[in-house]
Structure formats: C-alpha cells, structure tokens
C-alpha cells in the first residue's frame, strides 16, 4: 500500500492487524505514486523479535519495527521523530515532552476536551517534526504508540511544553540551550554520521524557529488557560472559548 505522511509518499506492506488498521486513515489517494520512503521487515526478523519478548506478538512487534525503520530514514526529507504528545487547535500544533509518567498523553486530552471541536490529535506519542523552509511543522503517522491517537494532519508547530507534575499552574519559557537539550533528549535518528549531523542541524533550526517552555501544572482546564493563554489565562476560562474550569 502506499500512504502520505509528512508530506511524502510511504510504501509498506503490513501482514497483520494492527499495521495494517492504523494505516489506513494515511492512505494515499493514488496507489500508483513512486514512493519517496519505502518500509521493508524481514519476517524472521519479527520472528526472532518475538522470541525475544515473549510478552509481545508477531502484530505489535511488526507495527514498532515498522516506525523505527520510518523513523531512520526521514532525516533525509528534513524530518525527525519527537517522543511527545501533539495536538491540533484551530490549525496549529501544541506539543507535550516529558519524562515517561509526567502526564503528556494526559495533558492533550485535557486540551481536546477544553478546546472540543476545535482541537484533534496529531500524534500522541511519537510526532514527526518537518523542517519547510522558514516553518516548523508537526506531522502525525501511524506510530503512536499504544493507543490509536493519530491523524493525518500537518500543522506549524505554536509551542512545545516540558510538561512537570506541580499543585500550582505556571508556565515560563525555556532557554534555546534548555530547548535543545530537551529535544536531543526526546529524539531519535539513523547512526550513520552523515544522519546524525543532519539531525542535529535540524533539531537547532527547530529550537531557534518555536517558542519552547516550562510548564509546572496539575490536572485541570485552569492549566491548559495557563499554556495556551499566557497573559490572561482568566480572560480565556471566563471567554467561554473552552470547557469551563475543572
């Protein structure tokens, strides 16, 4: 099958349920297009993967190998994985980074219910951030992880979060070394030289393009005023823009 991810024409050919039903929604219109990235596994391979972690599957398995082998080869189209949550609101992207249990996932479901129809998933768990000339843009595929939360959609990215458990909602920014630090941190590329100097261009072109900041919050729409309205968070709660305060 060939998909559109990104921006660019992805062939695959999943043998079981889980690739295969997460594809779908990035089908691309014209199977016939020559693809820009082609996704190969080895059957053995999987196999063997499996016999490694009992725990798993021969689906679960193909669907991680599946995005590790996207992953490694997008640094070439000015790409690179971002371990975060993304949403959509009213046509920008909204970023969540965090250690594992901060509440990312957490955190952009309280922004798709404050902001209901207005906002939907990018990708929550593993966003693709594109580098297109002077914009910044935060691409879902299918890998996201355990949960089916994902979505076509390419939007330019408004601001990253890193997100830290705190009773008091407050947002500051971060510095450019704190922002790259952050995302050498929560980022994946291939290890041939030539990638990871390549990743690593684009990765300050990012921090130098978007807002990045601290955001100490608890679980409350009060604190996704605090991140999407920083001046006025209380003018935003009163506007009746999103759900009311929880």
């Keep these: 099958m060939i998909c559109e991810m990104c921006g660019l024409t992805v062939a695959l050919e999943p043998k079981y349920a889980a690739l295969q039903k997460r594809s779908r929604k990035f089908l691309a219109k014209n199977q016939a297009a020559v693809p820009d990235i082609t996704i190969e596994l080895n059957q053995a391979d999987i196999e063997e993967n499996v016999q490694k972690n009992p725990h798993s599957n021969l689906q679960t ?3 991680g190998m599946a995005g590790m082998n996207f992953f490694e080869q997008i640094t070439p189209f000015d790409c690179f994985v971002l371990h975060a949550s993304a949403v959509d609101v009213d046509g920008e992207g909204y970023l969540f980074c965090g250690t594992s249990g901060t509440g990312k996932s957490t955190h952009a479901a309280l922004w798709l219910h404050a902001f209901a129809e207005r906002a939907k998933y990018i990708n929550d768990d593993k966003p693709i951030i594109k580098i297109a ?12 992880g355990k949960n089916d939360f994902n979505s076509p959609t390419i939007s330019p990215v408004r601001a990253v979060y890193l997100l830290e458990q705190s009773p008091q909602n407050h947002i500051e920014p971060l510095s450019k070394r704190e922002a ?3 995302v050498l941190a929560q980022s994946h590329s291939a290890k041939s030289h030539e990638a990871v100097l390549k990743h690593l261009q684009l990765v300050e072109k990012a ?7 601290r955001l100490k919050c608890n679980i ?3 604190a996704v005023a ?6 006025n968070p209380d003018e935003l709660l009163k506007s009746g823009k999103i759900v009311g305060k929880s």
């Excluded at 000339?133 to 996201?144: D, I, K, M």
């Design 220 to 222: 409350s729409t009060e």
């Design 133 to 144: 000339g002077e914009e910044v843009l935060c691409c879902g595929t299918p890998f996201s």
């Design 207 to 213: 921090v130098t393009k978007i807002p990045f900041f």
């Design 226 to 231: 605090v991140a999407y309205h920083m001046k």
């Design 61 to 63: 398995i193909e669907y």
């Design 180 to 182: 790259l630090a952050l």
